[in-house]
């Protein structure tokens, strides 16, 4: 079975999964990065019924942002449900990247990646998501699955392959996501073996509409500034979109604010410094590292 026919299928059973545990459609997640526009496509050809979902980070590039509004509004044409997620809380103010990092008192790291917890994975309780994780993306994707139930906690993970799920009968399936209780959030991943190649040949070949931001040098996008990212691009990316940057320091100073409020101890005195020693500039005297800061806090 070739790539593309292999996702389908994913994607179908998936799909026949979400009618049948909660009668509604497979939701698919999308970013506005190549693999989102990809596995979007996938959908489309799959013939199954589906919803689009996007989480707004608010540090996504103008570019992204322009690009997920053009094609959502192409599928709400269509007839296609397309939300978009801006995270307001119940006193109707919404969580941006600018206000969690004042109220964290820290600011994210590779370690602590609150920003992904709360902009990114946060929506779609209780419904089954498709995403775009690909195990050549990252060594922490190797350990992904095709078919996933994600719990509150690592241990309530449950990992289910290609094997256990497409040659099984429907029963067999059944039972094993139905002993999870449907309590978490149940993710199937229909790229999880494409390479990069693979997802660059399907976007030439089908002509698929990708973001701009590739034609700009960039392999890939995400957050301005994710800390996941590798340094040289972190630069590039706050060289090429600079109010991003006086967006983090403002962030940064309102934080450092708040931490002289309550009392805690930095040793950072202005947004600026916390902004050097976060894109880990090795020039900045008496810079602390990622470990002195987290034994800092204890």
């Known amino acids: ?86 995270h307001r809380q119940k006193n109707g103010i919404a969580i941006t990247m600018w206000n969690l990092i004042p109220r964290k008192l820290l600011p994210p790291t590779r370690i602590m990646r609150y920003c992904c917890s709360e902009l990114k994975e946060s929506g779609c309780r209780n419904r089954i998501i498709a995403t775009g994780v690909r195990w050549g993306e990252s060594i922490s994707r190797r350990n ?13 993970k449950v990992l289910v392959s290609d094997s256990k799920m497409l040659l099984s009968d429907n029963d067999d ?54 800390p ?18 006086v967006a983090y320091i403002n962030a940064f100073e309102k934080m450092l604010g708040v931490r002289k409020k309550k009392g805690l101890e930095t040793k950072w005195g202005t947004g600026e410094e916390v902004f050097l020693w976060w894109i880990e500039d090795k020039n900045i005297p008496g810079q602390m590292s990622i470990t002195e800061y987290l034994e800092m806090q204890g």
Not at 144 to 156: A, C, D, L, N, P
Not at 237 to 245: L, R
Request: charged letters at 30%.
């Open 228 to 245: 996941m990212a590798g340094k040289k691009k972190r630069k590039k990316e706050f060289s090429d979109f600079p109010a991003y940057k």
């Open 144 to 156: 992904r699955e095709s078919f996933e139930v994600i719990g509150s906690t690592k241990k309530g």
């Open 1 to 86: 079975m070739d790539l593309e026919n292999k996702a389908i299928e994913r994607l179908r059973m998936a799909s026949e999964m979400s009618l049948h545990h909660y009668g509604l459609p497979l939701i698919c997640t999308y970013s506005g990065g190549k693999d989102s526009d990809v596995m979007l496509e996938l959908f489309k050809r799959s013939g199954i019924p589906f919803e689009v979902y996007n989480s707004h980070t608010t540090a996504d590039a103008p570019q992204t942002v322009y690009h997920i509004r053009g094609v959502f509004r192409k599928l709400e044409l269509q007839g296609i449900k397309c939300d978009i997620d801006y």
């Open 173 to 226: 399936r059944r039972k094993l996501f139905e002993r999870c209780e449907m309590k978490a959030k149940t993710v199937v991943n229909p790229l999880i073996d494409w390479l990069d190649n693979d997802i660059w040949e399907f976007i030439n070949q089908e002509h698929v509409e990708v973001n701009k931001l590739y034609r700009c040098g960039y392999e890939r996008v995400g957050c301005i500034g994710c």
